[in-house]
């Protein structure tokens, strides 16, 4: 069985197909996720609320003693943390932009990041064992001993930036629904605003309202609600909901909501610009994917259409032909 199991993955047309197969499933599955896929917003909403509440807590509890820290996350594994700490990881691998990407992709608290610098020890070891398990026991390709050393080294180079690849990605998607959404939310929050709320009950309106477009865009602004109700300076709140979202559009109303609490200028004005604007920016971005769609459509129609085209015309004449011949 086992010798059977190495012939197999020494077989270039066994790979092939598993490659193909493999494709052939992560299309389906992508294809198909979307459609499966349940409501998160009650779940999101409920983690929120607890959040909201371990924010309380922590700040009743840091009034009455300056001591004391209340963690706002559930501890971390113990392997993981007993990894990290023995390595010492976060001094050679955790880094400040690492700890923000972490907050910009949905990801927070101790237990977060402890995975993270976990993963990014484990990841590149294993794919290095495992390219070397690979080259020199399993199939060699043909290549020199050097060659082989270079693949392992690609397999742990690769190891290293995949952790890096899935924030980068999970940030991509999480920015791309808020900055969809962003427009509507303004609008809401500016008829509060002119309304009569307070930008707390604003934010906690939009938060609730918001949530069937972005639930990343609901959880924000129900964490700032929270910040602004206890932490001790309101412009920290702004600044940190800015940091979260990383869009130009949120850090442009947290600085017109910076400068309305310090100085006293009229909100719903520059809430009103700042929605025109955020309205013309997503009209401006589905111009362009519009306008540059043409371009990407062109191989396509080169490789699929126009073979096809020239088949359906030339067909009944060809055989026109071979029959007057």
Not at 139 to 144: A, E, L, S, T, W
Not at 149 to 178: C, D, F, H, T, W
């Amino acid at each position: 069985m086992l010798a059977l199991l190495l012939e197999n993955l020494s077989d270039m047309r066994f790979l092939l197909a598993l490659v193909g197969g493999f494709a052939v499933m992560v299309t389906i599955m992508t294809v198909a996720a979307p459609l499966l896929e349940g409501s998160m917003l009650g779940k999101r909403m409920k983690t929120v609320a607890i959040e909201r509440d371990k924010i309380r807590a922590r700040e009743r509890d840091r009034l009455a003693r300056q001591k004391e820290k209340v963690s706002l996350r559930q501890e971390p594994k113990a392997f993981m943390r007993d990894i990290v700490e023995r390595f010492k990881l976060g001094d050679w691998l955790g880094t400040e932009n690492a700890k923000k990407q972490l907050t910009m992709a949905g990801f927070r608290g101790p237990q977060a990041e402890i995975g993270f610098l976990f993963f990014r020890l484990v990841t590149p070891i294993g794919l290095f064992l495992f390219a070397l398990f690979y080259v020199f026991v399993i199939n060699d390709f043909g290549q020199p001993f050097f060659m082989r050393i270079g693949i392992a080294l690609g397999g742990a180079y690769v190891g290293i930036k995949a952790p890096e690849i899935y924030l980068s990605n999970a940030i991509a998607k999480r920015q791309l629904s808020m900055r969809r959404a962003f427009p509507d939310a303004l609008d809401l929050m500016l008829i509060c605003v002119e309304s009569g709320m307070s930008i707390e009950l604003a934010f906690r309106k939009v938060s609730t309202e918001i949530g069937g477009q972005s639930v990343p865009l609901a959880e924000e602004f129900a964490l700032c609600t929270a910040e602004l109700s206890y932490l001790s300076e309101r412009r920290q709140a702004y600044e940190n909901l800015a940091a979260r979202t990383g869009l130009e559009s949120v850090k442009s109303v947290c600085t017109a909501l910076i400068q309305a609490e310090r100085y006293g200028t009229p909100l719903g004005t520059a809430l009103r610009t700042l929605a025109q604007e955020s309205r013309d920016q997503r009209m401006n971005e589905a111009e362009k994917k519009a306008a540059a769609l043409p371009p990407k459509l062109t191989v396509p129609m080169i490789l699929f259409f126009l073979p096809v085209l020239f088949v359906v015309i030339m067909t009944p004449a060809i055989l026109k032909v071979f029959r007057i011949t």
